[in-house]
């Protein structure tokens, strides 16, 4: 009987991401990326409690500056914001900085 209950509605979700890179220096670069991310999805299909946790729209900007201070390491710094609206039209905003240290054997 709970198998006849399941319904099974195809939706449409699309996105996008554009980014860039421009070195400085031979050993100093920075990228900056954008992206977006849309979900066509109605909250009566999903229930109250998914539509409170699924994206409906998720918008990001990413910076960074990186440093190669030898060929093996990099050291970096990116500043991220983020807007996120979820499926009963719920928002928030995040601003996030990140640090990098990295090293290639």
Known sequence: AAAAAILVKPTFEWGSEIGYQHWW??????NINAG???HQIQSNIVGAAQAAAMNKELLTFHANLIWNPVSSMDVGVE???GQRTVVNNNH????ALISKL???F
Do not use: I
């Open 36 to 38: 977006f991310n849309q």
């Open 102 to 104: 990295a090293f290639r």
């Open 92 to 95: 928030g905003t995040e601003n």
């Open 79 to 81: 500043y991220m914001w």
């Open 25 to 30: 220096t031979d050993n100093l670069r920075s």
